[in-house]
T-cell receptor
């Protein structure tokens, strides 16, 4: 099986712009979770989608949003970018119910100038 | 609410020496515990997990972790580290609520193996 893929791998934006990141989960996985990773903060949970519905959300401002398509691919969007949004954004896919191991993608490195 | 504390942000250790990376958690319900490893420019990979049963769990590359419920700890150990173990290690705790899991990660510990 192919692993979790994320595109693009690297992205440079300027303050005020918006950005869309994409995540394709492992085939058959219906849950996709998004995390923000920054030095000193570890992984901060953004949100989780399961069967096209957001079922869990972390403590991030409304500028961060996401969606999931019928093929389980997910996108996250950040509007009005701030310098502090510079981070590695990771997505993880899993089967979705009860305990399921999360499989992580390589991440998208976002730099906001 | 669950939380995870990794007490050391960086751990330097000489090659072939033993190492322990500490992890403590708090939760009001039963949890599952994990250690993930992240190599440079890569995502996280599951190193080992405790779901139930034996409190000592092992990975294929010589790491082990012991679940200690009374001390709410899940420390990661290796008796002899190798250069290739240089990476960042994340402890995580998962609760099952409403039929699905919520995973919380620690801030990570950077293991630097010195030749």
């Amino acid at each position: 099986k192919a692993g979790v893929t994320q595109t693009p791998r690297y992205l440079i934006k300027t303050r005020g712009q918006q950005v869309t990141l994409s995540c394709s989960p492992i085939s058959g996985h219906r849950s996709v979770s998004w995390y923000q990773q920054t030095p000193g903060q570890g992984l901060q949970f953004l949100f989780e989608y399961f069967s096209e519905t957001q079922r869990n959300k972390g403590n991030f401002p409304g500028r961060f949003s996401g969606r999931q398509f019928s093929n389980s691919r997910s996108e996250m969007n950040v509007s009005t970018l701030e310098l502090g949004d510079s981070a590695l954004y990771l997505c993880a896919s899993s089967g979705g119910t009860g305990y399921n191991e999360q499989f992580f993608g390589p991440g998208t490195r976002l730099t906001v100038l | 609410a669950q939380s995870v504390t990794q007490l050391d942000s960086q751990v330097p250790v000489f090659e072939e020496a033993p190492v322990e990376l500490r992890c403590n958690y708090s939760s009001s319900v039963s949890v599952y515990l994990f250690w993930y490893v992240q190599y440079p420019n890569q995502g996280l990979q599951l190193l080992l997990k405790y779901l139930s049963g034996s409190t000592l769990v092992e990975s294929i590359n010589g790491f082990e972790a012991e679940f200690n419920k009374s001390q709410t700890s899940f420390h990661l150990r290796k008796p002899s580290v190798h250069i290739s173990d240089t990476a960042e290690y994340f402890c995580a705790v998962s609760e099952i609520s409403g039929g699905y899991q919520k995973v919380t990660f620690g801030i990570g510990t950077k293991l630097q193996v010195i030749p």
